[in-house]
T-cell receptor
Framework: EAEVAQSPRYKITEKSQAVAFWCDPI?????LYWYRQILGQGPELLVQ????????DSQLPKDRFSAERLKGVDSTLKIQPAELGDSAMYLC???????????FGDGTRLSIL | TQLLEQSPQFLSIQEGENLTVYCNSS?????LQWYRQEPGEGPVLLVT?????EVKKLKRLTFQFGDARKDSSLHITAAQPGDTGLYLC???????????FGPGTRLSVLP
């Protein structure tokens, strides 16, 4: 089982609904990443936090996606409203700092009906 | 256009065979990582290479970083069913920059 905790493991919802994913990184890891992985592809970075600050959200569709890490520990990624094309695995990773190896959680698999 | 290309996309072999998968780019990377991802799980880091021409071994896995730091290979000797998974390479152009992932090679080792 991954040291980075993510929940839920699976989420099925209808389009136009709101969904939220939660991530608890390894204790002491300052850097936290959210990735989206479409079936058959590699992970794509959505947003990166350094402590509580966003340092890279250039690939985050900001019209419908939001992410926060209020106390610099756990993080939430939200989609509202969900679209069919959002079906994917959403992975969270953490590292001691930006230059250190990333540790991934087991992800949340999202299916939009 | 993918920054990193991986080949082959799919590979199915019998237990005991050897195999090599490739990660290629037109860009130079300061460092490159290889991950293995099993179904329903997150990627797990196998190795990081930083020096052109570097070779690292991890049991039956041998990783090589190209001399020009634009490509890398992963060679598995005597593959086992436990090696089955998605092999991802990820590269960072400069120290401290984010790693960009390739699309992966999906390996299936049949008993």
């Amino acid at each position: 089982e991954a040291e980075v905790a993510q929940s839920p493991r699976y989420k099925i919802t209808e389009k136009s609904q709101a969904v939220a994913f939660w991530c608890d990184p390894i204790s002491g890891h300052a850097t936290l990443y959210w990735y989206r992985q479409i079936l058959g592809q590699g992970p794509e970075l959505l947003v990166q936090f350094q402590d509580e600050s966003v340092v890279d959200d250039s690939q985050l569709p900001k019209d419908r996606f939001s992410a926060e890490r209020l106390k610099g520990v756990d993080s939430t990624l939200k989609i509202q409203p969900a679209e069919l094309g959002d079906s994917a695995m959403y992975l969270c990773a953490s590292s001691l700092d930006r230059a250190q190896p990333q540790h991934f959680g087991d992800g949340t698999r999202l299916s939009i009906l | 256009t993918q920054l990193l290309e991986q080949s082959p996309q799919f590979l199915s072999i019998q237990e005991g065979e050897n195999l090599t998968v490739y990660c290629n780019s037109s860009s130079v990377f300061s460092s490159l990582q290889w991950y293995r991802q099993e179904p329903g799980e997150g990627p797990v880091l196998l190795v990081t290479v930083v020096t052109g021409g570097e070779v690292k071994k991890l049991k039956r896995l041998t990783f090589q970083f190209g001399d020009a730091r634009k490509d890398s290979s992963l060679h598995i000797t005597a593959a086992q069913p436990g090696d089955t998974g998605l092999y991802l390479c990820a590269g960072a152009k400069n120290y401290g920059q984010n790693f960009v992932f390739g699309p992966g090679t999906r390996l299936s080792v049949l008993p």
